[in-house]
């Protein structure tokens, strides 16, 4: 059964600006994991952060998580066109396999 | 590094017949791989998990002589959709983990676009 839920389920907005999209979970997690996918494309892993961790970065990627609320949030800043695609983040408990949010699809508008 | 591939891209097959689906970790060897569909504009849902050797481990309703997943050796999985319908119409998408990288990280394939007609 799917675990996250994302939010929101789409969202559009201006080039440079900043998409922030969040993540709730249900259970404990090792670790919980953001991919990109284009449309009809593999997934492209962006940023894992641990559960002992609070925030991480790379890049223009800001990923937060809160364990006692069981949520995470992605932050693209100042983003660009080529960032459209859909977000899925997806968490890692202790049987190892990654179960995926429904994804948020993001659009850029140039 | 960590590279996966899929074969093929695409397959577009009739009803009642097989297709063999390679998934293949080119620059590591997976001790762990993964197989996912996901229908359009939906999420990826977990079919099978598979260790080299030994015979995979099928989620809830997953049907395992409909799905046969065959994980031979470090760097090979396949997935047969054995007497396929329309219904298995889907994107299949496989993940290794194991020795590259983090071993928390799973490493997708570009995925399997299959069209039963």
């Known amino acids: 059964s799917q675990q996250g839920e994302e939010d929101p389920q789409a969202l559009s907005i201006q080039e440079g600006e900043n998409a922030t999209m969040n993540c709730s979970y249900k259970t404990s997690i090792n670790n919980l994991q953001w991919y990109r996918q284009n449309s009809g494309r593999g997934l492209v892993h962006l940023i894992l952060i641990r559960s002992n961790e609070r925030e991480k970065h790379s890049g223009r990627l800001r990923v937060t998580l809160d364990t006692s609320k069981k949520s995470s949030s992605l932050l693209i800043t100042a983003s660009r066109a080529a960032d459209t695609a859909s977000y899925f983040c997806a968490t890692d408990a202790l049987a190892q396999k990654l179960v995926f949010g429904q994804g948020t699809r993001l659009t850029i508008n140039p | ?117």
């Open chain 2, 1 to 117: 590094g960590a590279v996966v591939s899929q074969h093929p891209s695409w397959v577009i097959c009739k009803s009642g017949t097989s297709v063999k689906i390679e998934c293949r970790s080119l620059d590591f060897q997976a001790t762990t791989m993964f197989w996912y569909r996901q229908f359009p504009k939906q999420s990826l849902m977990l079919m099978a998990t598979s260790n080299e050797g030994s015979k995979a481990t099928y989620e809830q309703g997953v049907e395992k002589d409909k799905f046969l997943i065959n994980h031979a050796s470090l760097t090979l999985s396949t997935l047969t959709v054995t007497s396929a319908h329309p219904e298995d119409s889907s994107f299949y998408i496989c993940s290794a983990r194991g020795y590259s990288g983090s071993p928390d990280t799973q490493y997708f394939g570009p995925g399997t676009r299959l069209t039963v007609l």
